[in-house]
C-alpha cells in the first residue's frame, strides 16, 4: 500500500509518520482486503491541528475523515477513529449484501467543473445566460451496481453520487431525496 503523508505549512517529523503509517495499516487490515493507497494531509487551523485523511480501496470505496484538536496526534487519532467507523460500516454492509467483488471496480475518466455562484441581486438582469467557470478538474466515474452505489453514497456522507451502471453500462445517479429516501435515475430505463 502506498501512504502519502505531509503537512501543509507545517513540518512533521519521521516518528508522526510512522505513527500515521502503523495505525491507519492497523485499522485497514482489519476492516479492508485490499487497500490500494492512502494520502494524509495534516495542517494548522488557528490553535487547532487538522488532520485529514483518504483511503482508496481496490472495492471502489474511497474513505475520507477529518479531525481537529488541540495536539498534532490527537487530531490524527480523531480522524483514525472516524475512519475505523466508515470502514467497520462498510464492511457489515458487505456481508449483509452477501456479495464478495473478484475484480477491482473499473474507473473512467471524466472533467469536471466548479462554476461561481450568482452574486447578483434579484432586481438586475444577468450579463449572459453562461456560468463562470471558476475550476476544472479531472474526476473518476466508478464502474458499480446499483446497490453498491447507494453504499457508497452513504459511507461517504455525499448527497448525490454518479456512476456507470454494471448492468446497463450506462451512466446512472443516485442521490438522497429531501423526505430522506433514496433516488436513482436511469436514462436508459425509460418507461
Sequence with gaps: MCYQISGKQIDIGSSLQTYVQNELNAIIQKYADRPTDANVIFSKSGAEFVCEATVHLSTGLTASAKGHAHEIHAAFDSTAEKMEKQLRRYKRRLKDHHQERSEPVEHFGASSYILAADQESDDSEPESLQPMIVAEMETRIQSLSVGEAVM????????????????????????????????????????
Design 152 to 191: 457508497q453514497m452513504e459511507i461517504a456522507g455525499v448527497p448525490v453520487l454518479v456512476f456507470r451502471n454494471e448492468g446497463s453500462s450506462g451512466l446512472n445517479v443516485v442521490y438522497r431525496r429531501e423526505d430522506g429516501n433514496i433516488g436513482w435515475i436511469d436514462p436508459e430505463n425509460t418507461a
